[in-house]
């Protein structure tokens, strides 16, 4: 269990300084709305309804890439959530933001600009170094409380994460709350009956070094997605290999197949891989093909096939937790979508303790119409879910305990 405080303990009618995790998908310049928002919003309105001022911070993308853009969109989108008039300030810490924090009147929420816009707040340092900067000496006296909701970027270091907490007194918000219970569940819960992974996606490097950390806690690994097809290699498949302009397999190879064969070696019997794949036929519809039938490193597989969803399904009934992270599929295609929604359902259907995580496998969830309460947790979180899975502490919720 966590041992922060929470807004439980917060006194009434604080200026309350709130760190969320806004970052979002930018598409043509435009903020795309999803599950932070809506997550966040309960943060905050919980904040604003009792009467405290409240200053949200938040970052969005990194310096040079192209979502590296203002937080005014993510004020008017977080406003609809919450329900309330969100104002946006754009500025960090120099006067426009410190006079429209001061002129801020009870119950009100004010954004800040993109924290990544401030200097201070990138470099990967020490809390302690991060508490000393000009951004946190700066805003931090303007505040009674500091509140910490940014679950999902709990991994950084950086100043508006791990500064202020040192400063203020600090609590943890809903989402940081929520997010630390589940996804800490695999390293920190035990589990009566069978313990299901379902591990996919494309960044397979992550995902193995789960597996290879979770091995004593989890009885049975469901494998797609490009980690699946790495070890469908190592088992000596024609599959799992960069063709055409794909550029998702072969470096990872490189990287990790010495501890995929130690895998298949020490855990082979809690490792299930794919009994067929599917891909493009020559028609454009979905055609599959049984693995022990290839015989050609020469098309890309984009799902697993029916017959290893139908070997999957009963292996998901039959547990009492399943955590997800990743997808088996190129689900956003419906043609391939089969692997990744046929294991959700599954999971839908079960009365287990589930976590689903991963922003992009997670959107599966609302586009193919499942309902989100038929999930333990929906995780709005990445790398710090990754981190979590692995029993890896996180310096954010380190500080926050600190505090
Ligand atoms: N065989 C495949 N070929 C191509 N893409 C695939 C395949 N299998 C899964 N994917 C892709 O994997 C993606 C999801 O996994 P990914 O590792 O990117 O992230 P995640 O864990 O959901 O999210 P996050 O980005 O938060 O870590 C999906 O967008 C899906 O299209
Ligand atoms: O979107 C995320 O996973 C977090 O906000 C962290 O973002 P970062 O990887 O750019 O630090």
């Known amino acids: 269990m966590s041992t922060f405080k929470t807004l439980d303990d917060l006194d009434p009618d604080q200026r309350v300084l709130v760190r969320l995790d806004l ?6 310049g435009e903020v795309q709305d999803n599950r932070r928002f809506e997550r966040h919003a309960e943060t905050v309105r919980e904040l604003a309804e009792a009467g405290h001022r409240v200053v949200l911070m938040a970052h969005q993308g990194r310096p040079g890439d192209d979502d590296f ?8 989108i ?14 960090t ?7 429209a924090i001061e002129s801020l009147a009870s119950g009100e929420i004010l954004l800040l ?12 340092e020490h809390p302690d170094d991060k508490a000393k900067t000009e951004f946190v000496q700066t805003l931090a006296p303007l505040f009674d409380a500091y509140v910490n909701d940014a679950y999902s970027a709990a991994h950084r270091s950086h100043a508006s994460l791990v500064g202020f907490p040192l400063e203020l007194p600090a609590y943890a918000g809903r989402v940081m709350q929520t997010e630390y219970e589940a996804n800490s569940a695999i390293a920190t819960r035990e589990f009566d009956g069978q313990v299901t992974m379902v591990v996919g996606g494309t960044k397979a490097t992550d995902v193995i070094d ?3 950390n979770l091995g004593e806690k989890v009885d049975r690994f469901l494998l797609g997605g490009i980690a699946g097809e790495l070890f469908l290699r190592a088992a000596g498949h024609d599959v799992g290999f960069d063709v055409d302009d794909a550029d998702l397999f072969d470096d990872q190879w490189e990287e990790n197949h010495e501890t995929i064969e130690s895998l298949i070696e020490e855990r082979g019997d809690q490792i299930s891989l794919a009994a067929d794949l599917a891909y493009e036929g020559p028609e454009g519809g979905r055609a599959e093909v049984s693995v022990e ?16 969803v ?18 088996l599929g190129l689900f956003e295609d419906e043609r391939f979508s089969n692997g990744t929604v046929g294991v959700l359902r599954a999971i839908a259907e079960t009365e287990c303790f589930s976590v689903v995580g991963g922003g992009d496998t997670s959107r599966a969830i609302e586009m193919y119409g499942l309902d989100e309460d038929d999930f333990g947790h929906v995780s709005i979180a990445g790398g710090a879910y990754i981190r979590a899975l692995t029993g890896a502490s996180l310096v954010g919720v380190e500080v926050l305990e600190r505090n």
């Open 23 to 28: 970052n979002s998908p930018v598409e043509d």
């Open 69 to 76: 853009v203002s937080l005014d969109q993510h004020a008017d």
């Open 78 to 91: 977080l406003a609809e959530h919450v329900g309330r008039d969100v104002s946006f300030v754009a500025d």
């Open 93 to 99: 810490d120099g006067d426009d933001a410190i006079e």
């Open 113 to 124: 600009e993109n924290t990544r816009m401030c200097e201070d707040e990138l470099p990967e």
């Open 210 to 212: 789960v597996m290879n």
């Open 293 to 308: 039938d290839i015989d050609e490193k020469d098309r890309s597989y984009l799902d697993i096939g029916s017959d290893t």
């Open 310 to 327: 139908a070997e999957y399904e009963p292996v998901i009934h039959d547990s009492e937790a399943v955590f997800v992270k990743g997808a």
